[in-house]
């Protein structure tokens, strides 16, 4: 994969190619040299009237963030990031597997294009070779009031991704986990490879919308990486361990301990490591 600057006329031409006219007709694509963070402008963007889908690329953030505060490494002109921001007429409380249909989007194209040990992990790491290759970052804005005989909008959704495809040791010394790259792994263009994973993502959320995580349960079991392993899940100050059993049909995972099967909406996934005598 070499490296090329971003270009919107490829990228929507790719996009067109993946999702729905209907869903495309919407779409408003924003690529910026330089950027705080695509979800923070995203966001901002849903405050705007319409319902449009706003779709924002970066050649670099200089505040990228991850999940639960922590920065995501972004150097110039190399890798991944992208936030889609729309509204849903759905609960929140049905909003939870949003995350992980998101990485299903993600595996699905990165296998078509030939990543065969490309996985995910509970809720929404992208790993490959052992090391993080990307994650997702989903925030949710609360339905508006509707005004007079309109409903409003729904719920605003911003899906936030972040993916390696270079980095430098340099780049990654900030980086404080295991990490990967696509490198010379993947033979297509930044451009397309983007345009893609938006397609797929909103195809999916097409489908999300007005069938929930249900059919997509079966691709997350293919994909997880630690199904059936030890793994412990940390809550705040509590750590709970036991065997990955998959999720449920609203994307929480399901967690077999020694006292029976836990429920996890939200936590950190990390492999149990057998304790050393």
């Not at 505060?69 to 597997?97: D, H, Q, T």
Request: aromatic share 6%; glycine share 12%; hydrophobic share 40%.
């Amino acid at each position: 994969m070499s490296d090329e600057a971003l270009e919107s006329e490829v990228i929507l031409a790719t996009l067109k190619s993946r999702c729905s006219e209907a869903c495309f007709g919407l779409v408003e694509l924003e690529v910026h040299n330089s950027i705080g963070s695509t979800n923070t402008h995203v966001t901002a963007k849903l405050e705007e009237p319409g319902n449009q889908i706003h779709l924002c690329l970066a050649e670099t953030q200089t505040a990228g963030r991850g999940r639960r505060g922590r920065r995501w490494v972004s150097p110039y002109g190399k890798n991944i990031y992208m936030s889609i921001g729309l509204f849903l007429r759905l609960p929140m409380a049905e909003l939870g597997g949003l995350s992980l249909v998101s990485g299903i989007c993600i595996v699905e194209v990165l296998r078509r294009f030939g990543v065969k040990d490309v996985g995910l992990k509970w809720p929404n790491d992208i790993l490959l070779a052992g090391g993080k290759l990307g994650g997702l970052l989903v925030e949710l804005r609360p339905p508006e009031p509707g005004v007079g005989n309109e409903a409003g909008r729904g719920v605003g959704v911003v899906i936030g991704l972040g993916i390696n495809l270079s980095l430098s040791p340099e780049d990654a010394s900030p980086i404080e986990q295991s990490w990967s790259q696509l490198s010379s792994r993947l033979e297509v263009s930044r451009n397309q490879l983007a345009g893609e994973l938006a397609g797929e993502i909103l195809t999916a959320i097409e489908r999300f919308a007005s069938a929930g995580f249900a059919p997509f349960m079966a691709l997350w079991h293919e994909y997880n990486l630690f199904a059936g392993r030890e793994v412990e899940v940390l809550r705040g100050d509590e750590r709970i361990r036991g065997i990955d059993s998959g999720v449920n049909d609203r994307g929480n995972l399901i967690l077999d301990t020694e006292t029976g099967l836990v429920e996890c909406h939200s936590g950190e996934v990390s492999l149990r490591v057998p304790d050393t005598p």
